[in-house]
């Protein structure tokens, strides 16, 4: 069989391949969920672009202030409307995920405000952010505080606990939909709508703002369709769709993504100004591709925890349970289970793959971390990408591949190289 070649010819045995063809075999219906999602959600961009009546005159760059860009204005619209917002901010000065957040949490909290996370502490990066790792510049240092209030044991919010927390000074509440590296279920929208309603009924003022990092275009809503106020992430994952090469997203409410604008560029200036230098069209194409690109991803992810939980590890989410965003993780338990899942997926690589990632420190991260990425955008996670941190449980964390056909192909080599390591057997 032609398939069974090519695969043997780029290092996959012929035990693993029939081993992932038994798998697939099994989740036809579930990919059928996925791509009826991709298609809600294809329509819903599509619709987006048609309202806002993009045309080629809005892939033309600007330079120097840039001052009435209409290209990235309109983009803003585009987004505002499929996240179904008064506003965005979606900019290449953007440079990535945690900036996004930084910028709408100092844009929106003034000294002597306080920060309420309601979803356990916020991921890695954040902490020094907000000033939970002291740090230069975070929250903290500028008079505003912090306070947190873990989920429940099963991962539901702690609706008691909340109440309790809230006080006169909480100013704003961060929900993070993803498990980022942490070994907890991630939340649906629809129960982040629940905290959301819960948080608003003992004080409506409270700004709500939802890390939603990983989990754009997975469900048919997204939290603002729930009441969130503010709602970001990055576009070197999902919703720039494999294509957008830089950039992050806020949006929202009207006059807390201003706040945000105010800050990301200056007091005064807000959305005026921001050059897009050519880059936009990328933005809008990536967003496009979007919905099918992270059912790709999302198809790999699945097939990846089928795989996994069926020789014994633990995988979370479970082969079997609805997901909420494209992140697998699958506990090893042994650095070197780790390290050679890293090394099938940089093997698999279009880019790279000649490469042999090891653990090292990383800015941002309190242990050491290994990271596979044969990436075509640096550092991009809606490409196929897999990283962990090197301490207990030795979990590593998987996501993206742009395409199925290579997510499968990389899910596939981890697999040989943990063969090959003597680390699992076949049944
Ligand atoms: C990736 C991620 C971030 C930070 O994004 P970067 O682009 O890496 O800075 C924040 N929160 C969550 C949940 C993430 O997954």
Known sequence: MKLEKIYESMGISKEVYAYGQKIEAELKDRFEQIDETAEYNQLKVVQAMQKCRVSDIHFAGTSGYGYNDLGRDTLEEV???????????????????????????????????????????????????????????SLLEYGITYRQVDLLPDDRFDFEKIRLAMNERTRMVHIQRSKGYQTRRTLSVAEIGKAIAYVKSVNPDVICMVDNCY????????????????????????????????????????????????????????????????????????????????????KGAIFAANIYERLGFAVLPDGQESRHDIIQAITFGTP????????GIQAAAPVDSFVEPSPAPMPGYDSDVIMAAGAFVQGSSIELSADGPMKPPYAVYFQGGLTWEHAKFGILMSLQKLLEAGLIKLP
Do not use: W
């Not at 965005?88 to 929106?108: D, E, F, K, S, Y």
């Not at 996370?117 to 902490?127: F, H, N, R």
């Not at 070197?336 to 090394?343: H, K, N, P, Q, S």
């Open 79 to 137: 987004y505002a409307e499929a996240f179904h917002t008064e506003a965005a901010l979606v900019r290449p000065q953007i440079t990535c995920g945690t900036h996004a957040l930084a910028v709408a949490l100092a844009g929106n909290l003034r000294p002597g405000d306080e920060l309420l996370a309601i979803s356990g502490k916020p991921y890695d990066t954040l902490e020094e952010v907000i000033g939970i790792r002291p740090s230069s510049g």
């Open 336 to 343: 070197e289970g780790v390290i050679a899942f890293c090394r």
């Open 215 to 298: 989990g754009e275009f997975v469900e048919q809503t997204e939290p603002t369709d729930v009441g969130a106020d503010l709602c970001v992430g990055s576009l070197i994952k999902n919703p720039g769709g494999g294509l957008a090469p830089t950039g992050g997203y806020i949006a929202g409410k009207k006059k807390y993504v201003e706040h945000a604008a105010y800050r990301l560029t200056s007091p005064g200036l807000g959305k005026e100004v921001g050059a897009t230098m050519g880059i936009i069209q990328s933005f809008y194409q990536g967003f496009f591709l979007a919905p099918t690109v992270t059912a790709g991803a999302l």
